[in-house]
């Protein structure tokens, strides 16, 4: 009698709805529950008996976890329940298997509200929909389906059903088939045929079920795709049902039957020595180059190589010997060129490369240097170490002529140009290209030990504030006067002294020196009684980013100077992201923790600027000058500059105008609310002396 007192009081005391109650008891083919903040039943209408098995008598009053949540479940409903209660977070709609009154197991969607009654008290009503059907039908469904794919298990080909315009419906692969699948299998049902492969691909398919349609026949044909483990090829045959306006495709792999036609035709394109390309193919290949080149207008190199003393070797070990080394040297050259690049092998000691979509010359020079310095470590043969060096000659396309014939004709006379040089060298065919290449090796002789010489000297470019017209810093800009070859511009040097690796100790120089710089400026602002402190910006090059003693040089070097890390400024261009390993966000993360700020520099010159900034923890933004030059008279460029310091400000970074050479330039930077400018407007390049007595403001 007491229980049911409760029940009763329980019932009145969170019952409100009574009209939603009484649809709800109208519906049995739907589950409704109601709990208090307790999970207690206070509703179990006719459908919840239906579904569960107990009666509205038996459930009301019980916690839900004891009625009909399984126990792998009981610990996520009641925290659950818990959190929508207390925090407000709703439990969301799912299917779910739960238990009736017998511990079967019953399959459900449910869904969940929340009221609050006129008490201020929370009740959750529960709204479940029996799934017991569909599992059933979906059961039956699996079944035949199983089925299917035993026995389309067996058969190694792919099978697509399509409508007429290529739309895919249904396909099959079996486990040993579906390597072959072009696409993923989730991008196929809806999708079309034609957009899925690549346009040759897909042009093939196009042509040939139009022929099916129109011939009322099957139709087949040969195509290739490469896959992820190569190239792999195929027959397809199509065959149209007309009376359901659909298509089915048939794909076999006949990859194994291609590669027994292909050994017959590499015999006829490539050296059977060391199967690289031969003179036939190379030449053809060059063509192809050619005619991209001339509509892209793009440029090509062609490198001749000849092995210098190979006849020796013959002469001196035999022609087995030589062959092997032929072989070995065929695979180191392999090793160096791209992977767009064309290598091929001439005849006797001769190869040819072939480098497609370069910029410049300078990109066939750095193939030339890394092909020499291949070939630097002994060959080991037979129990012998043998050196051997080459001989390179470069004819470049468009400069040294446009046909196939004529770039290895000039390419081959400027090999003996190399040789004449003293062999293990490269020249290329125009003089004026060989004394682009003495100077680079003139610099690069004189850069060794420069150091050393104290030749480099730090030049700095002050820094200003617009809106109160006062110094706030300073760039870093190294400069190089060389006795022999006098003042040689960064621009010039810098890129050698990055690719022989002396930027790393050069680099550790223009640190080191622009601190002490910066301790003795910022002792001279104290002096005077200046409460601002002066900032360094130092720009950081691809090679030093990936120096993993950087950051511990740094911070070293600021802790001996006495120098906060907020006063140092980091510049980095989008080469050293680009160029830098896959550890760059930690770098940089660090540069951050330790107080230093990173500016990105010569924004808006690169390709991916706005990703880099959104990815990146950057401080400072750097307007590149080729934009700064003409916002006083192109609109265009105005405009860009005010979306980039509205753009940087959004993002918390500082703006600096770099390369402002005019009042009016100054003058509109200000009014676009850009917040410091560099340039020649009020000050050039200084070097220490003339910094420390520089004016800190401007009027």
């Given at each position: 009698?007491?229980?049911?007192?409760?029940?009763?009081?329980?019932?009145?005391?969170?019952?409100?709805?009574?009209p939603?109650?009484?649809?709800?008891?109208?519906?049995n083919?739907?589950?409704?529950?109601?709990?208090?903040?307790?999970?207690?039943?206070?509703?179990?209408?006719k459908?919840?008996?239906?579904?569960?098995?107990?009666?509205n008598?038996?459930?009301?009053?019980?916690?839900?976890?004891?009625?009909?949540?399984p126990?792998?479940?009981?610990?996520?409903?009641?925290?659950?329940?818990?959190?929508?209660?207390?925090?407000?977070?709703?439990?969301?709609?799912?299917?779910?298997?739960?238990?009736?009154?017998?511990?079967?197991?019953?399959?459900?969607?449910?869904?969940?509200?929340?009221?609050?009654?006129?008490?201020?008290?929370?009740?959750?009503?529960?709204?479940?929909?029996?799934?017991?059907?569909?599992?059933?039908?979906?059961?039956?469904?699996?079944?035949?389906?199983?089925?299917?794919?035993?026995?389309?298990?067996?058969?190694?080909?792919?099978?697509f059903?399509?409508?007429?315009?290529?739309?895919?419906?249904?396909?099959?692969?079996?486990?040993?088939?579906?390597?072959?699948?072009?696409?993923?299998?989730q991008?196929?049902?809806?999708?079309?045929?034609?957009d899925?492969?690549?346009?040759?691909?897909?042009?093939?398919?196009?042509?040939?079920?139009?022929?099916?349609?129109?011939?009322?026949?099957?139709?087949?044909?040969?195509?290739?795709?490469?896959?992820?483990?190569?190239?792999?090829?195929?027959?397809?045959?199509?065959?149209?049902?007309?009376?359901?306006?659909q298509?089915?495709?048939?794909?076999?792999?006949?990859?194994?039957?291609?590669?027994?036609?292909?050994?017959?035709?590499?015999q006829?394109?490539?050296?059977?020595?060391?199967?690289?390309?031969n003179?036939?193919?190379?030449?053809?290949?060059?063509s192809?180059?050619?005619?991209?080149?001339?509509?892209n207008?793009?440029?090509?190199?062609?490198?001749?190589?000849?092995?210098?003393?190979?006849?020796?070797?013959?002469?001196?070990?035999?022609?087995?010997?030589?062959?092997?080394?032929?072989?070995?040297?065929?695979?180191?050259?392999?090793?160096?060129?791209?992977?767009?690049d064309?290598?091929?092998?001439?005849?006797?000691?001769?190869?040819?490369?072939?480098?497609?979509?370069?910029?410049?010359?300078?990109?066939?020079?750095?193939?030339?240097?890394?092909?020499?310095?291949?070939?630097?470590?002994?060959?080991?043969?037979?129990?012998?170490?043998?050196?051997?060096?080459?001989?390179?000659?470069?004819?470049?396309?468009?400069?040294?002529g446009?046909?196939?014939?004529?770039?290895?004709?000039?390419?081959?006379?400027?090999m003996?140009?190399?040789?004449?040089?003293?062999?293990?060298?490269?020249?290329?065919?125009?003089?004026?290209?060989?004394?682009?290449?003495?100077?680079?090796?003139?610099?690069?002789?004189?850069?060794?030990?420069?150091?050393?010489?104290?030749?480099?000297?730090?030049?700095?470019?002050?820094q200003?504030d617009?809106?109160?017209k006062?110094?706030?810093?300073?760039?870093?800009?190294?400069?190089?006067?060389?006795?022999?070859?006098?003042?040689?511009?960064?621009?010039?040097?810098?890129?050698?002294?990055?690719h022989?690796?002396?930027i790393?100790?050069?680099?550790?120089?223009?640190?080191?020196?622009?601190l002490?710089?910066?301790?003795?400026?910022?002792?001279k602002?104290?002096n005077?009684?200046?409460?601002?402190?002066?900032?360094?910006?130092?720009?950081?090059?691809?090679?030093?980013?990936?120096?993993?003693?950087?950051?511990?040089?740094?911070?070293?070097?600021?802790?001996?100077?006495?120098v906060k890390?907020?006063?140092?400024?980091?510049?980095?261009?989008?080469?050293v992201?680009?160029n830098?390993?896959?550890?760059?966000?930690?770098?940089?993360?660090?540069?951050?923790?330790?107080?230093?700020?990173?500016?990105?520099?010569?924004?808006?010159?690169?390709?991916?600027?706005?990703?880099?900034?959104?990815?990146?923890?950057?401080?400072?933004?750097?307007?590149?000058?080729?934009?700064?030059?003409g916002i006083t008279?192109k609109?265009?460029?105005?405009?860009?500059?005010?979306?980039?310091?509205?753009?940087?400000?959004?993002?918390?970074?500082t703006?600096?105008?770099?390369?402002v050479?005019?009042?009016?330039q100054?003058?509109?930077?200000?009014?676009?609310?850009?917040?410091?400018?560099?340039?020649?407007?009020?000050?050039?390049?200084?070097?220490?002396?003339?910094?420390?007595d520089?004016s800190?403001?401007?009027?």
């Amino acid at each position: 009698m007491k229980s049911k007192n409760n029940i009763h009081t329980l019932a009145h005391q969170y019952v409100v709805n009574d009209p939603l109650h009484q649809l709800f008891d109208a519906v049995n083919a739907i589950s409704v529950q109601g709990y208090d903040e307790q999970r207690r039943v206070i509703y179990w209408n006719k459908g919840s008996e239906v579904l569960y098995g107990y009666t509205n008598v038996e459930a009301t009053g019980k916690k839900l976890e004891d009625l009909i949540i399984p126990s792998d479940l009981r610990e996520a409903v009641v925290a659950g329940h818990g959190n929508w209660i207390n925090n407000g977070i709703e439990i969301p709609a799912a299917e779910l298997t739960l238990r009736d009154k017998n511990n079967n197991d019953v399959s459900v969607f449910s869904s969940h509200v929340m009221f609050i009654n006129q008490y201020g008290i929370k009740q959750m009503y529960c709204i479940d929909i029996d799934l017991t059907d569909v599992k059933q039908a979906q059961e039956q469904a699996m079944f035949r389906e199983k089925m299917l794919e035993t026995i389309f298990e067996a058969i190694p080909d792919l099978f697509f059903v399509m409508q007429e315009d290529g739309k895919i419906l249904d396909y099959q692969a079996s486990s040993s088939s579906s390597s072959n699948l072009y696409a993923l299998p989730q991008q196929f049902i809806g999708s079309s045929m034609f957009d899925l492969l690549p346009d040759d691909v897909s042009s093939k398919f196009r042509k040939n079920i139009s022929q099916a349609l129109s011939q009322k026949q099957m139709v087949s044909f040969q195509y290739e795709l490469t896959m992820p483990l190569g190239v792999v090829y195929f027959e397809a045959r199509i065959n149209h049902v007309s009376q359901y306006q659909q298509v089915m495709v048939i794909i076999r792999d006949i990859t194994e039957q291609h590669k027994a036609e292909e050994l017959i035709r590499k015999q006829a394109y490539y050296d059977n020595l060391t199967s690289l390309p031969n003179r036939f193919l190379a030449l053809d290949r060059l063509s192809h180059m050619l005619f991209e080149a001339q509509r892209n207008k793009g440029h090509v190199a062609v490198l001749f190589i000849d092995l210098d003393n190979f006849k020796k070797v013959n002469d001196s070990f035999g022609h087995e010997l030589g062959d092997k080394l032929l072989v070995k040297s065929a695979a180191r050259l392999q090793q160096v060129i791209r992977k767009e690049d064309t290598i091929g092998r001439l005849g006797g000691d001769e190869f040819i490369v072939l480098l497609r979509g370069i910029n410049s010359h300078y990109n066939a020079i750095d193939i030339a240097e890394k092909l020499l310095k291949s070939f630097t470590s002994p060959f080991k043969i037979e129990g012998r170490e043998l050196v051997l060096t080459m001989s390179i000659g470069v004819a470049m396309y468009p400069e040294n002529g446009d046909t196939a014939s004529d770039l290895l004709r000039n390419a081959d006379t400027a090999m003996y140009q190399a040789k004449a040089l003293g062999r293990n060298s490269y020249s290329f065919f125009t003089p004026q290209m060989n004394v682009v290449i003495q100077r680079r090796l003139a610099i690069e002789e004189q850069m060794q030990g420069a150091l050393q010489r104290n030749e480099f000297e730090l030049y700095y470019q002050p820094q200003l504030d617009v809106k109160n017209k006062h110094v706030t810093g300073a760039e870093a800009l190294l400069r190089w006067y060389n006795p022999v070859l006098g003042n040689i511009p960064p621009d010039e040097f810098i890129p050698i002294a990055e690719h022989n690796g002396l930027i790393i100790p050069i680099g550790k120089f223009v640190i080191k020196q622009a601190l002490q710089l910066l301790k003795k400026w910022q002792n001279k602002q104290l002096n005077k009684g200046q409460h601002y402190k002066y900032t360094m910006a130092v720009n950081l090059s691809p090679s030093q980013f990936r120096d993993t003693a950087l950051l511990s040089f740094i911070k070293d070097t600021l802790s001996e100077l006495d120098v906060k890390a907020k006063y140092l400024e980091l510049e980095i261009t989008e080469g050293v992201l680009m160029n830098a390993k896959l550890n760059i966000n930690d770098t940089l993360q660090e540069i951050t923790k330790l107080g230093i700020k990173l500016s990105m520099d010569d924004f808006g010159t690169g390709y991916s600027s706005l990703s880099y900034l959104r990815q990146y923890p950057f401080n400072v933004l750097k307007i590149d000058r080729m934009f700064i030059n003409g916002i006083t008279s192109k609109k265009e460029d105005c405009n860009l500059v005010k979306a980039t310091i509205a753009m940087s400000h959004s993002l918390g970074l500082t703006v600096v105008a770099e390369g402002v050479e005019t009042k009016e330039q100054l003058v509109l930077l200000g009014e676009l609310n850009c917040d410091f400018v560099q340039g020649y407007y009020f000050s050039k390049p200084l070097p220490e002396e003339l910094l420390l007595d520089f004016s800190p403001r401007f009027l």
